[in-house]
């Protein structure tokens, strides 16, 4: 049972009714963040920016972001978000490998590796070290390392709300939400 009530969407200040309005689903975590009035909205934007208008293959989005998730036991998003690694070529073997923590497994290509090596140092010491950026950004654009950096934190910050807040896990919607935010972006 969640700690805290969810928003209802109906009684909702208009701004934040107005943001359920543009959602796929009113999935418990949305519920949950509408709680920050102020900050719901920008909220949902850079989470659509981050599902929608990244140069970042999806693919490897989806490890970061299920890397994020593991780190601090972020099951909501864990469970959201491996239909849509799926969807966006992640193989089920990937997924139990990230799961695993077997991040040089051999179901990663060696550009996969060098990415995840990246993503987890991120996370374990906030700084990669000289050999792992270098190995990353040999392979990857300036803006890919900074969108995966944004994304691994938005996605660690919304494991902290859930895991907090106790969010109860709603049913995956898969790419609805990934849809929603592409579509957002051409509106």
């Not at 969407?9 to 959602?23: G, K, N, Y």
């Not at 070529?89 to 051999?106: K, P, S």
């Not at 990415?115 to 991120?122: D, I, K, N």
Request: hydrophobic share 40%.
């Amino acid at each position: 049972m969640a700690r805290i009530p969810y928003v209802d969407p109906s009684t909702a200040p208009d701004e934040v009714r107005a943001a359920f309005d543009a959602l796929p689903a009113h999935l418990n975590i949305f519920r949950t963040m509408a709680h920050a009035t102020n900050s719901f909205r920008p909220l949902l934007r850079l989470g659509s920016s981050i599902l929608g208008e990244q140069q970042l293959d999806p693919k490897l989005r989806e490890y970061a972001i299920l890397l994020a998730a593991r780190s601090l036991g972020g099951r909501y998003e864990w469970v959201q978000h491996v239909p849509i690694a799926i969807a966006c070529g992640a193989t089920q073997e990937q997924v139990d490998a990230l799961e695993r923590g077997e991040l040089d497994a051999a179901v990663f290509g060696d550009v996969e590796r060098r990415f995840l090596a990246f993503v987890q140092e991120s996370i374990d010491d906030t700084r990669p070290s000289d050999a792992t950026f270098e190995a990353a950004s040999s392979k990857f654009s300036s803006r890919e390392l900074v969108e995966t950096l944004l994304t691994v934190g938005y996605y660690q910050m919304l494991a902290r709300l859930t895991e907090c807040m106790d969010v109860e896990l709603d049913e995956p919607i898969g790419m609805k939400v990934v849809k929603s935010a592409t579509a957002n972006r051409r509106s």
